[in-house]
């Protein structure tokens, strides 16, 4: 059976304000970035980890069709898409600090949890992103 979780994705509504974002602000890298005529397949990864990939998709044809996909942009502007990204930190407080310094805007600082520490911010076009420092 599966062995893996090895990609997962979000909606963006611009792959390369997403790139300035996902890897200018939050210090992710880029796996991969390729155009396939029909689409442009970029996929971002926490530093030394690319067995698992977070695919930065806009959201169009193929996949659906161009009314579809207004449909998708504009939930994804209002942050109702339900895209959630959970990255994991060994100090939940100084990578607040650092990027707070970056630019990043956040909905919810540091705050102890019975699971540990973490908080939350939103990317410019919505989506949901937690860090958290587990107990432990």
């Known amino acids: 059976m599966f062995n893996a979780i090895t990609h997962s994705q979000i909606y963006v509504l611009d792959q390369d304000e997403a790139l300035d974002f996902y890897v200018g602000k939050l210090g992710l890298e880029v796996n991969t970035d390729v155009q396939l ?4 397949w970029l996929t971002v990864s926490v530093p030394g980890h690319p067995e698992r990939q977070v695919l930065l998709e806009r959201p169009g044809p193929p996949a659906m069709s161009e009314e579809t996909a207004g449909q998708v942009r504009e939930l994804v502007s209002k942050g109702a898409m339900g895209g959630w990204l959970i990255l994991g930190t060994d100090d939940c407080r100084k ?5 707070l310094s970056r630019g990043v805007e956040f909905t919810q600082e540091p705050t102890e949890r019975p699971y540990g520490i973490d908080c939350g911010l939103r990317d410019p076009f919505g989506n949901n992103i937690r860090f958290t420092q587990p107990k432990p």
Not at 37 to 40: A, E, P, Q, T, V
Not at 95 to 99: F, P, S
Request: charged content about 20%; proline content about 0%; aromatic content about 22%.
């Open 37 to 40: 005529g029909f689409m442009r």
């Open 95 to 99: 990578t607040y600090e650092t990027l």
